[in-house]
């Protein structure tokens, strides 16, 4: 099972947007997913404790960033944005695990870009 979290052990069951760059020699990346009026934003969820992060776990472990913000529209929380920096073609591989298993069980395709 791939599940993405904001607070530790409270899934985000809103699917996410991502966008995938990577340096020609294929050794860093960068990877950006948006969220769209996620379960994290929506009220009551401030009870459940504070965004620390964006946690990506599955069966072989956890990846993390700190890069998350909110992003907002006339005054109110409409999206949140996270980024996560692979520095290594290892991390590329094991960010790439995630993402297969997140793809396969949400439903998401993937388009390169031209």
């Known amino acids: 099972m791939a599940v993405i979290q904001f607070i530790k052990g409270i899934n ?4 996410a947007d991502v ?17 769209n009026n996620p379960d994290i934003l929506k009220s009551g969820m ?11 776990k599955d069966d072989e472990g956890e990846l993390m960033t700190r890069d998350v913000s909110a992003k907002f529209i006339n005054g109110k929380p409409q999206a949140v944005e996270a980024i996560y920096i692979i520095k290594s073609p290892q991390e590329w591989d094991r960010f790439m695990r995630f993402m297969e298993k997140y793809a396969n069980e949400n439903k998401l395709s993937f388009t390169k870009a031209k």
Not at 19 to 35: C, E, I, P, Y
Not at 46 to 56: A, C, F, P, R, S
């Open 12 to 15: 985000e069951t809103v699917v």
């Open 19 to 35: 966008s995938l760059t990577r340096s020609r020699d294929g050794s860093k990346g960068t990877a950006t997913f948006r969220f």
């Open 46 to 56: 401030e009870d459940k404790g504070d965004i620390t992060g964006m946690y990506l």
